[in-house]
DNA sequence: ACAATAGTGTCTGTCAGACATTATATG
DNA sequence: CATATAATGTCTGACAGACACTATTGT
């Protein structure tokens, strides 16, 4: 059936290069969390078009290193940054007439989160000039292409699935506090939230499990845990309720 | 900024066809309740590669045609099945070097959920060989390329928001009664719903109104009602609870 | 009147929010 | 021992599930 005569005939004559197909790249938002803020990486382009202004990495599918998407993206990232196993989650696809001077252009936009302790490799591994920079300053900036909306659309899904999965683990270093915790998840939510329902709802979840271990600060100590068996990008049964803001 | 010299003349110089691109279609699940059964549109494929094999419906992206993706999926759509203004969501893209015997390929996949009472039009507007097949059977047919995944893709997510969305409502005809809806809930999900639960969470969401007419039948009239102002894509607090099987 | 379908009353359970309270370090 | 931070107790409120009950039609 899959391999008649005639298909295999099909298949021989079929050169693909006489087909215009669409300019098609991946674009990654990476997240860290550093001095505190959601930060994303931003590259400045070395080449046309756009050269010279800010973007967010990215770049062709490699036909013969690729085996599918994921690899392109896992290979971006790497490249960038150095980081072998992120939390890595496909966006959305946009493809449009006009979003690049090239011509009729998709991308495949991922997101990536990145445990802020990974971060500090990151400048040493990588030859272009790459910058993190603060997701507030970083949607004001005129970024290449539409990568402006491309960068809302990352932070939008971030945010949401913050509201209703334990997806800012991701973002912690192999131990964290469950203030440290909290504090990540305000920061990206924009909002204050109960001590009491987050932790309820962290220790109930499974997804965490405690170390024993104890941070000795300025005052009582604080338990270190690390992340469980579950997956982070599992759901709970209802949203954090957002109010203000 | 944007339109330096330099780079006016490398976009002159810039032609795609030196450049090999993937393969870039769209393809489409187009649900509809039909005979009380979620059923979804397959076409017979007319030519190579797996000419003969069912599939999801799909094409190329028009350079010329189509401004944006979505722009591409709708006139897929309109081809098939004649309709206009579904709901439509792009669900993922998938890129792998082996989809395609053609080569490095990538779709990205939508759905769409059409009105049954727009259906009727459907056969007469359509010159393909296509047929509405209910989603159990198309799982197990062996369907061309990678589309028995994409399938399987496209109703996880029909399914994943009918639990926390009212999506369903896409698929209701002009009026309904409260019963036909839960129904269509219940064919989806694959699960009873409890009767005073479903009635309270849709009145409650503003989602639907009263049309004022009664729908009479072998016993008490049912109330009609009709899509209200609200997105059927927004999300409810919590998402039903599904047990068993 | 009866059967069948439409629609309601009301109790329970789960889980998030609010906020007061207790616990345990360090200086 | 004072104070800051960690951690808990416990009440409320929103909303889904369960299920018994009432209402309204056609035959």
Redesign the interface.
Known sequence: ??G?R??QQ??RR?D??E??????TVDMAIFSIIDGQLKVLLVERSN????G?LALPGG??D?VR????LE?AHRKLTEKTGIESPYLE?V???????RD????S?T?LHFALIDSSAVVSTAASVAEVSKWVSVEEASNFNLAFDHTDLLAMAIDRLRSKTRYTALPLALMSETFTLTELQTVFEVILEVMLEKKSFRRRLLDSGLIEETGIFQHGTHRPAALFRRGAGSANS?F???L?IHGS
Do not use: H
Request: hydrophobic letters at 40%; charged letters at 25%; zero cysteines.
């Open positions: 059936m899959a008649s005639a298909e099909f298949l079929y693909r290069r087909f215009l197909a669409p300019l098609t046309f078009p756009a050269k202004e062709f599918v036909e690729d085996a599918d998407l392109t496909q959305a696809t946009i493809g449009t007439s006009t001077p090239r011509g009729w998709v495949i759901e049964p209802r949203s309720e």
